[in-house]
C-alpha cells in the first residue's frame, strides 16, 4: 500500500541516520475506502493526491510544534526555513491499520517502522514557498480557534505544490 508520511526536513535527516522512519507506530495517509467512498469521481491518482495533501497539512502542524518547542531562534538552527516534507512509502497492507475517524478519511496508522529501503519518493516545498509557510505556521493556532483570516493563511500554504524528489535526491536535499 502507497502511504504518505509527514515529515519535517530535520526529521527526514534523523530517518536517514537511522535507516528507517520510526518508531511504531506511526500516523500517514493513504487512499482508503473511506476515502474513496467520499470521493467517489477521482482516480487513483487523484485519491492519492487527497491523501498527500493531508499529510502536507499535518507536516505543517509538525513544523508548528517544532517552532513551538524550540523557540523562534531555534527554527533557523534546526532546519532553516520552513518546508513542508511528505514522505512516500510502498508498505506492506498487514502493517496498516485504517481510521475509522469521518473526518480523517485518509488516516492510517502504521503498526512497524519504514525502512529507507521502503521509501517511494520525498516531497519537499520549493525554497520560495518558506514565508508562506512561516505565515501558515504561524497562523496555525488563531485558524484552530475560529480566526477566519489565520484559516486563509494556513489554506495558502496549499496554493504551493510540493516538489518531488526520488530517494537517491535525499542527500541532496538535506545538504
Known amino acids: 500500500m502507497r502511504v504518505y508520511l509527514p515529515c519535517t526536513l530535520?526529521?527526514?535527516a534523523r530517518v536517514v541516520a537511522a535507516g528507517e522512519l520510526g518508531?511504531?507506530?506511526?500516523t500517514g495517509f493513504a487512499v482508503t475506502p473511506a476515502l474513496v467512498e467520499w470521493y467517489v469521481s477521482g482516480d487513483t491518482e487523484e485519491l492519492e493526491y487527497v491523501a498527500m495533501t493531508e499529510a502536507a497539512r499535518a507536516s505543517l502542524r509538525m513544523l508548528a510544534e517544532d517552532r513551538a518547542a524550540e523557540g523562534a531562534d531555534g527554527a533557523e538552527k534546526a532546519g532553516g526555513p520552513a518546508r513542508r516534507v511528505v514522505v512516500a512509502a510502498e508498505v506492506p497492507d498487514a502493517a496498516v491499520s485504517v481510521s475509522a475517524d469521518l473526518d480523517e478519511r485518509a488516516r492510517v496508522r502504521l503498526t512497524e517502522?519504514?525502512?529507507?529501503t521502503r521509501l517511494a519518493s520525498v516531497h519537499v516545498d520549493d525554497p520560495a514557498a518558506a514565508p508562506d509557510i512561516e505565515a501558515a505556521v504561524a497562523a496555525l493556532s488563531a485558524a484552530d480557534l475560529g480566526d477566519d483570516d489565520a484559516r486563509f493563511?494556513?489554506?495558502?500554504a496549499e496554493a504551493h505544490e510540493l516538489m518531488w524528489y526520488a530517494t537517491q535526491e535525499i542527500p541532496d536535499l538535506l545538504a
Open 23 to 26: 518508531p511504531a507506530p506511526l
Open 10 to 12: 530535520p526529521a527526514l
Open 113 to 116: 517502522p519504514v525502512p529507507l
Open 153 to 156: 493563511t494556513v489554506d495558502g
